[in-house]
């Protein structure tokens, strides 16, 4: 199992809202952000799946709000891959102050691996090598 380097994003002005906290539904881009960079990290990035026809939509996304963020602070999201079957991941998220370490967010979604039609794709099946590193990388798998 590795460890991913956590994300980075500074908060923005248009991000908050009325009483100068962030919007809660930014922490859900947020997250979006940290994923895709999980994936660079692992040396599989959307843009590499997309080019083979693999699609990876969000299942579901769950959020639950610790303590606020304002502008202009910035957060250390941090992504750990807990389930992978071959066909679906989970993955939790960490967001945390920056500065302080005070944690802000505790984020998970899920995802599946479908082609351009919309039907499931098995990486065992159809792509080995990709399946060995999400196996290498997940916290639990099959």
């Known amino acids: 199992m590795h460890a991913f380097r956590p994300y980075i994003h500074k ?39 997309e080019a083979e026809g693999v699609l990876s939509p969000v299942l579901s996304v769950q959020c639950e709000y610790k303590s606020m963020t304002r502008f202009p602070d910035e957060v250390s999201i941090s992504c750990r891959l807990v389930r992978y ?13 920056l500065k302080t370490g005070t944690l802000r967010t505790l984020c998970k979604s899920s995802h599946c691996f479908i082609d351009e039609t919309g039907k499931p794709i098995s990486l065992r099946r159809r792509f080995p090598a990709w399946d060995k590193l999400f196996c290498e990388y997940a916290e639990n798998f099959r």
């Open 85 to 97: 079957t071959g066909v679906r991941f989970d993955i939790e998220y960490e967001i945390r102050d």
């Open 11 to 49: 908060t923005q002005y248009y991000e908050t809202d009325t009483m100068k906290i962030v919007h809660h539904s930014n922490y859900v881009r947020w997250a979006e952000e940290a994923r895709c960079d999980m994936l660079e990290q692992m040396g599989l990035g959307y843009d590499q799946m």
